[in-house]
Nanobody
Framework: QVQLVESGGGLVQPGGSLRLSCAAS????????MGWYRQAPGKERELVAG???????YYADSVQGRFTVSRDNTKNIMYLQMNALKPEDSATYYC???????????????????RGQGTQVTVSS
């Protein structure tokens, strides 16, 4: 089992930045895919970014160029740097992890093995 704990959410003005962190309770070196989902009330869950244990990354079109995902395997933490935030980015963000690889990051994370409790991001003036 791996516990994932997110932090770094909060209230930010449009155009601002936040960095989310996802701390794992054990080594993430063996986890092939990790990513960030978000879900707003009344909307479907959306995979916004992900990183493989290698160098592959995934970004949803809605965040491409604004968000950056990274993993620090020495600290067992995954980050999501969010810049140029928009009101439509407001949601609960949670991290997910999949041990086994399934072709792509997105496919791997469809049925993730572990998920955190989430951190709220609100973008508003």
């Amino acid at each position: 089992q791996v516990q994932l704990v997110e932090s770094g959410g909060g209230l930010v003005q449009p155009g601002g930045s936040l960095r989310l962190s996802c701390a794992a309770s054990r080594s993430i070196r063996f986890i092939n895919a990790m990513g960030w989902y978000r879900q707003a009330p009344g909307k479907e869950r959306e995979l916004v970014a992900g990183a493989s244990s290698g160098s592959a990354e995934y970004y949803a079109d809605s965040v491409q160029g604004r968000f950056t995902v990274s993993r620090d395997n020495t600290k067992n933490i995954m980050y999501l740097q969010m810049n140029a935030l928009k009101p439509e980015d407001s949601a609960t963000y949670y991290c997910a992890a999949k041990v086994l690889w399934k072709e792509t990051i997105a496919k791997s994370l469809i049925d993730y093995d572990f998920r955190g409790q989430g951190t709220q991001v609100t973008v508003s003036s």
